[in-house]
């Protein structure tokens, strides 16, 4: 316990947790504070009044008054009401009137802070409502747009520091003529101090006790997520932080939303529905109620209940997404901010009548279809009408970078921050992507290369007919006839994605479409099929498959090659549960890339891998190991397996129930279950490293752009994450931010 001596800190001391004799030391403390005050603790003439704050809850004020002291107090402030008020306020802290003993008082509210094992600080209450001279005040070190070095913020005359707690705001302190000025000269020097102490732009709450200055909090001050990149650059140019610091002051949530159109304020009509902001940006269009529609209209915001991957290309061409079920983690959600469209789901509010082609709110207003609404991804705002939104100049650099005497503050501070957030990180960063399109944003962003490309995905819509006809296939003249268009669909798109990706490497996933998805009416349909033939299995099962996929990613590549590109592609088998699936499906593929060279007479080194998305695969990653080039952690499907939840179904019925009820503390799909999941991936890492000390280990699920994941697989020697485009620049950043939090963990 020590007096604090700080020079506007208004004069106390610390009582800790572990304090053997804390009686006697606080009343050791509060005799320190009366000589040094020359006041008495609550006595009846000029009062010495004290505030208690635990590390953790709120402040109890006004400690030591009573009705005995009342009339001390009422001189003090010149105010008999405001001293009625502080008597007021500790009466309601206490739940009870305040005992004619100060100590008595001080006694029973640290006796139950210190029971609760928090250190107790001690402070001499000061009064910004002492008549002339006095008031309180909000000041910030910095523009908080702008990053601006200055002195900003309110001051409020004659007033408590409960008021700036309130966010009330008076005259600005930059421009005070009532007052004395040399109290704001010092407190544009302690600002500046603070700055340098806590490397950060602060936001200080101080009170001015007749013209004297104290300084009672400071704490980083809030800024918007530009103001976040503009306040870190012009740190970093002042010299308060280091480049390094500089990536440490913002974050991968902020820079994604600086990616989105964002309203100006006041532009909104009210709300009439409000669901879950999942993918950030606004959106305004008319309603469309069937994804084929929405593709023949777009610009349009695409309206269903909930969104499967039969509604793809309707949802690629929207400018926004709505849906009455769902989640974070959603169908909805997932395709929208890979592909950077606002969406909100969960919209409880709304009923969708598709027939009708209407949806109605729970205050009774229809929206037809063609109808203009706009809806609002951060907020999860639903609203009538057309709402103007600006367009992003990050968005627009990133994808053709601007000439350097061009840029914007913010795009410069961009810029500046993921520059050297690249040199700091060892994570590579790569993208899902399927089309040359994606594979081109991806690399616009920053990616290094596509860590899953879906093959999947390259039949959606009209060309899902041929999933359907190759599961339905009875003879091998049949299948092969299918194979045969596949294989020219294959070679066609993965020519211009190799293309794209020229130089990086491209990890093609084989097949693994949920055959509910592609062929919903088919005889033998599953009872769970995402835990039914996909994947591996299907690679098994329908002869020739993998190796058909296999040949056309070598002849693409040969194309390319041969048309002065660097193709690097790598071929991935997905829901792989046991060795005895991997081996088999390895050779054939091996013996099918083989031939495609031969026949050429050509070489390629294609590594091959597999999918862990299973637990068995995590536990049994050293069996594994031993027939894969890499291994890349499917954590959606390995969530969903290792919970036993389907993502959609969950996010649909009973999920929400479990995050109110505490029996989750959020949805595992859209947090990173360190525990279980994280500990799956933990293993089969070490295993797979103890069989091949050379393998090659990636992330490409959702997590693989959570902050908190993030730092996890970083920690745990993961090689690269796989993310959407759009989440290409945030995972940049956030990889820096993970490899700084290791070294600062790391240090002695």
Known sequence: MTLNDLAYRPPGFTLAADTSDWPVALHDGV???EQALDRGFGAPDMPLLLCAQATVGDAVLNIGLSKESLPGLTALLGSADAAEHAYGRLETALGQPPSPDPHHQLRSVVEGMVAAGADVEITSMVFGNSGVGSGTGLALSRHPESGEPGLF?????????????????????????ALTAEWVTELAAVTRSLERVRRDMCEIQFVVEHGRLWILDSRPAPRSAAGAFRVAKRLADDGIVTEDEMVGLVTGEQLTSLLFAQARPGQHSPAVATGQGVSPGIASGPAVFDAERARARPGSVLVLPETTPADMEGMLTTAGILTARGGSSSHAAVVARGVGVPCVCAAAGITIDLPGAKFRTA???????????TIDGATGTIHLGQTAAGESEVLRHLETPLPVEERSELVAAVDAVLGHADRLRRLEIRANADTAADAARARAFGATGIGLCRTEHLFLGARSSLVADLVRARTAPERNAVLAVMTRIHHGELVEVFAAMSGLPVTVRLLDPPLHEFVPDHAERETNPMLGRRG??????VAGLFAAQARAVAEAALTVRERGGDPRPEIMIPFVSTERELRPLRTEIETALAEVFAAHGESMEIPIGTMIELPRAALTADALARHADFFSFGTNDLTQTTWGMSRDDAESTFLRDYVDRGVVEDSPFGTYDQAGVGQLVATALRRGHAARADLVTGVCGEHAQLPEAVARFHDDGVDYLSCSPFAVPAARLEAARAALHHRTRSLP
């Open 536 to 541: 591996v299995r299907l690679g098994l099962t």
């Open 153 to 177: 913020g309110w001051f409020l005359p004659n007033a408590t520091g409960v008021a700036v707690a309130d966010a009330v705001a008076g005259t600005d302190v930059t421009d005070l003529s």
């Open 363 to 373: 205050a009774g207003i229809s929206v037809h279809e063609g109808e203009f609404i």
């Open 31 to 33: 005799q320190r504070l």
